[in-house]
Structure formats: C-alpha cells, structure tokens
C-alpha cells in the first residue's frame, strides 16, 4: 500500500469524524428514547428485536417422561436382577410399556430398553440387570425450566428459537416496533416510476431503492412523490414530516440539490453536517427538524446506497435496544488480493465496486470501473473496498478487505474472466444462471492484454481476448506461443464478430470505412491502448495509409464498446471504434469494416473445474447458440464453444 503526505484538509469531514460527531448527535437528541413494545404473536416475532427478557413460563417437559421405548418400573425392583437371579414380570393388561415422551406411570422411575428384557415364554418377561433410579428418564424442566431466561431483551429472534420459545409456553412476546422512515424524492425534472421521461425528465429510481433497502432491514418505509426543487418547498416538508416518523431522508441533485436541502434544514431545523469526504457520497446532509433526524442523500444510485447504510441504519439503530457502537457499516468483510491496482484521490476516503471469485483457493477481487450513476455497478458488484484518504493507490496483488454485499453467496461458483468485452456476455450469463444457478460469470472489461496478465499472475480463471496477429493473420494463439507458462492452456472460442465504426443515425459525414477518419472535422474516440481492439484498429489504419496523427481524437480512449458508441451518441464524436450490437443498441448507423474473432483462455486443469464445465456446457447448446443468432444476427455462434488450440504436450 503505497501511503502519501496528507493532503491540505478539505471542507468535507472525513468519514470516521463523520460517523463520530453524528453518533453523538443522535444520543444527545434521543437521550433514553427507545422504539416502543409491541406484543406480537411468536411466530410472528421472527427476525424481531425482544423488547423486553423472554421468561419460560413452563418447563420442558413439564412431567417426568419416557426418554427410550421399554418398560416403566420401580428402580428397586430391579435392583436383585442377574442373568442367573433375573426378576420375573408375569405379561398382563395394563402392563406399563411407554414410548419417548410418554409420561412415567405411578410409581415407576425407571424405563428398561426391550432390547435388555428377554423372554422364556409368552407368559413371563425376564429383567437380568439392575436399573438405576431416573435411567431412561427426562426430569421435569430438562431442556428447560419455568423461569429460565429464553430469550433476553434486544435479541433478534430466529427461527432457532422458535422452538424453545413454544415449549416454554410463550404464545405471544413484545418486540420493538418496527422503526419509520419517509423517504422524499426532490426535483423538478422526476417522474414517478412506471412513467416514460420526456425529454428533459428522468425516471425517479433512487427512492423506490432505498425504500425496499429500508425494508430489508425490517423497517417501515414510506415513499413520497417527487417535490420541486425549491428552498420554500423543501422547508414546509420538513416542517410537514417532523416528528412522523424516526428518519426522514430526503434525495435531491449531487450538489445543487443536497445545498439546497442544508440551506432548507438550516432554516426550519438543525444542519449539523455538510459534505462527507468520502467518494461517491461526498454531498451527504445530516441534521434534525425538531427531534427527527433528517439525511440528505444523492439521487445517484451509488452514493445514496452509501449515505443510506453509514448514515442512516445508525440513526435507526439509535432508537433499538441492540444498539451498535462503532458501527461502520452493515457489510461483512472478507479479506482478498487485488487483481489489478487501483488509484484513489488523496484526502477523500473511496468506496470501490469490485466482483470476486476465488482461485487457486485465494479470493480474488477485481475493481468495477465506472462513476457513482453507474445503475448497474452495485447489482453486479459483489463488495466494496475502502481506500483511506491517505491512500493514492493501491498496488496490483495487495491484501485488500472487502465488503461483501452479498453475505451469503459461495464465491467458488464465480467464474472470473478478464479481458476483452462484449455485450453478448449478458445472454450467456443468462443462459447460464438458467441451467445452473449457482454458477455466475463475472467478467470486467480490462483489454485483452491486460486479461493475460491476470492469467499468467494466476488471478483469474480466464482471459477474453481477440489479440490479432499481424504476422499470421490470426487471433491470439500466435500471442500465446511466444509467452512463457507455468502451465498448459487450452483456447476456446467465443464467436466471429464485425468491428467498425458507430456513426450518427443517416451517417451525416458520409463515412464509409477507417480511410476516412483523417477528413478534416471528423471527431474520433479510441479503445484502449493494450485493448484488442486498439491493436487490429492500428494494423488496418496502417493498410488503409492512415497515419493516427491525422485523426482528431485518436489519443481519446474508452474502455467498453459501449462508451465509444455512446460518446457518438452524445455527440462528442463523429465515429468510434465498436461492434454493432452496441451501436444499434444506442440507435447508431454502423459501419462494418473488420471481422474478428473472440476466445476464452484457461488454463487446462480448470477444465475440471465445475463452474467452467457449466459454461462450456452452456456455449456448446444448441439453445444457446440459437437464442444468441437470433439476439445478434450480425454475429457468428457456430463455434461457441470450440477448442481452437492447446498447449503441445512436452
């Protein structure tokens, strides 16, 4: 970990005197305050907080009982018996055999197992051992006893206690309320969900996710429609909702938005926090309207998610009789070794999306590129990692500990491929998670160079690649002989796929193929140095006469197919290197102008391996290949799956 020189202090807070001052901030409010009782029924109360010391009320069992299937007799009749003296029962009506959990019958303390009764005739049962008094039988309050604590106050209730609870004769118990939040959406421009956006407008999405992530968490969630972004407007509905519920959180604009809710909080409550020096997040408001905690979050997905679990389950967790001192967070961490290394901007802590798979037996995890209104990057993503704000990076192969969001999910069934990216790998994914759900393809868009890197480092299960060959004319397999492996690799390719060039709908430039990026006034955005794609680009401009000095934009690069379509579609370029699945998707003419080929890498000995297995599986279907012809007709499946090369054996 490379550490630098504090950087000059910032306005923002950092984090951890953040959580401290707002910590503080809740006990002084709230003092003693605790979330009422509630009495609920027991099976009810699973996954509840106990309000109060749980008390068995009975004890269990409540009568001396049977433990084993035999005989109930009195101990000292027993106490004679030899195999050549045996006591003698004569087998009549009424004769005591009980079962488990049969009560004893008068008099009788001990069971003898019918495997130690022997019998000479049909008339007579023949003890030839002694039993001791209470042998094979449960006293009352065994397992547990009238007045024995069960539960105690502030326990979460499981389903493992479900039983104890019944048979201590609790019917019903008093856990805490459910804990309330008002969740209010500002800005001017939000529709409700299930509304087409105008131009101009957007999709509210942030508050329906933090109301269903407060549900989670067994809290009542209430969400509003969207107000105006007016200072007056967001005061009368802080005013509104004080003292209604136990936090209030209000999501508005990054900057404009979030100032605007301190300035509305400084006038009508307390604004006790501004800006957090944490990244994404850094806008987070905190404050109070009376004795109700407000939390001012972003609209952007990420940040809110952020400012909703270090922020806002504390100021939940205030109220509850399970409090948590030095809360950081809901997640539970797992240490891993970066696949790649990260950098990080000094005096800001940062919060990394990474993905995960574990090889040869060692965690591995992958930082998600990508900014904080990335929608898709926290349901991909399978933890965070925290870089302090006196880190400026962090090196490739460091211990780092992440923050799992998906607690309960093996990572042995991840599948982590790095490299070259294609948008078909969703429709795989799919298809995979459908035959076996509990293998994951994780694949992160890193070039394919860089891909084989990781390999060769053993820090993946495999590489995409699409490396072209100028020498050979062929993909890949020229690269991978001149390396040098610990261990055999086998080549299976992807599919056949067009590259060229995403132009405006119509192609105003009138741009027919890669001679005519150096026309004066055509704006170009590039892959990637390292990036398969970059190296078959640079070899055909050099056929086409092309010199990169005579295209505008050459030295710009982007890391997706995507975000060079994307940058067309924006309007920042004129044309981009892509594949056209994504420049249709985008709704862009595309130029097809070089056709490629896609492998995987592996190391031979994953062949083994059962998430590997599933995927080859998976791309050799027919029902795969059909689905991905039919999705993508400008591509070619006819080979998915196929071993192109192999290590020569020694």
């Known amino acids: 970990m490379k550490v630098s020189e504090p950087a000059p202090r910032l306005s923002d807070i950092p984090l951890d005197e953040a959580l401290e001052r707002w910590a503080s901030d809740l006990d002084f409010r709230r003092d003693s305050k605790e979330l009422p009782g509630q009495l609920v029924g027991v099976e009810e109360a699973i996954g509840r907080l106990t309000s109060e010391t749980v008390v068995a009320r009975i004890s269990s069992p409540n009568y001396y009982a049977a433990a084993t299937t035999g005989l109930a007799m009195a101990s000292h009749e027993t106490l004679q018996a030899t195999p050549d003296n045996p006591v003698v029962v004569e087998v009549q ?55 024995e604590v069960i539960l105690p106050k502030g326990h979460k209730v499981r389903s493992l206690d479900l039983g104890a609870l019944i048979a201590g004769g609790i019917s019903e118990l008093e856990v805490e309320a459910q804990s309330r939040i008002r969740i209010i959406p500002v800005g001017s421009d939000l529709v409700e969900p299930g509304r087409v956006p105008a131009a101009g407008q ?34 009368q509905t802080l005013q509104h909702h004080q003292d209604r519920c136990d936090l209030l959180i209000i999501c508005a604009g990054h900057e404009r938005g979030t100032g605007l809710v301190a300035d509305a909080l400084a006038e009508c409550g307390e604004c006790t926090l501004r800006g957090v020096a944490i990244r ?96 898709m990057s926290l349901t991909k993503a399978d933890g965070l990692i925290r870089i302090p704000s006196d880190v400026d990076s962090l090196r490739r192969g460091e211990e780092v500990e992440v923050l799992r969001l998906r607690d309960n999910e093996n990572l042995t069934g991840h599948l ?36 084989l890197e990781c390999l060769r480092r053993g820090q993946c299960h495999g590489a995409a690649a699409h490396l072209f060959d100028e020498e050979t004319g062929d993909y890949n397999v020229p690269f ?101 699945t994504a420049a249709r998707s985008l709704g862009l003419d595309f130029v097809p102008c070089i056709s490629e080929r896609l492998d995987f890498i ?15 599986a998976v791309m050799g279907s027919a029902s795969f290949r059909e689905s991905a012809t039919s999705r993508f007709p400008d591509y070619d499946f006819s080979e998915a799956g196929k071993l192109v090369w192999e290590t020569p054996e020694a």
């Open 93 to 147: 009506e009424g004769l005591p055999f009980v079962e488990p959990g049969y009560p004893m019958p008068p008099g009788c303390d001990t069971v003898i197992p019918f495997f130690e009764i022997t019998s000479t005739d049909d008339r007579h049962l023949e003890i030839v051992r002694p039993s001791a008094p209470w042998r094979n039988v449960r006293p009352i309050g065994e397992d547990l006893a009238a007045g």
């Open 602 to 616: 592996f190391p031979k000995r994953f062949l083994s391996l059962y998430p590997l297995r599933a995927l080859l």
């Open 416 to 451: 982590l491929v790095l490299g070259t990216h294609d948008i078909t790998y969703d429709l795989l994914r799919d298809h995979l998670h459908d035959r076996y759900p509990q293998v994951r393809l994780h694949t992160a868009a890193i070039g394919g160079r860089k891909g």
């Open 280 to 375: 994404p997040g850094n806008s987070v408001v905190l404050g109070f309207v009376g004795d109700t905690p407000v939390l001012g979050v972003s609209s952007h997905l990420v940040p809110a998610y952020l400012g909703f679990c270090l922020f806002g389950l504390p100021a939940i967790r205030s109220l509850s009789k399970a409090r948590l001192r030095d809360y950081r967070g809901p997640w539970p961490v797992q240490k891993a070794q970066l696949a790649l290394g990260c950098e990080s901007a000094l005096g800001v802590e940062e919060f990394l999306r990474v993905k995960m798979g574990v090889v040869n037996n060692q965690p591995i995890a992958v930082a998600e590129s990508g900014g904080h209104g990335t929608l």
């Open 480 to 580: 991978l002989k001149n390396c040098e492996w610990n261990e055999p690799v086998v080549v299976i390719q992807v599919l056949k796929r067009w590259l060229g060039l995403a132009v405006a709908p119509g192609n105003p430039k009138g741009i027919s193929g890669l001679a005519d990026l150096k026309q004066p006034g055509i704006r170009f955005v590039n892959r990637q140095e390292g990036s398969g794609t970059r190296v078959l680009l640079d070899y055909h401009l050099k056929q086409a006469g092309v010199s990169p000095e005579n295209i505008r934009g050459y030295d710009l690069n982007a890391h997706t197919h995507m975000s060079t379509a994307a940058a067309v579609k924006g309007g920042t370029a004129d044309a981009a290197p892509t594949i056209s």
């Open 202 to 235: 957007k999709v509210d999405h942030t508050s329906p996710f933090l109301a269903a992530l407060g549900t989670e968490y067994d809290i009542l969630t209430k969400r509003y429609p969207p107000i105006e972004e007016r200072r007056d407007t967001v005061v």
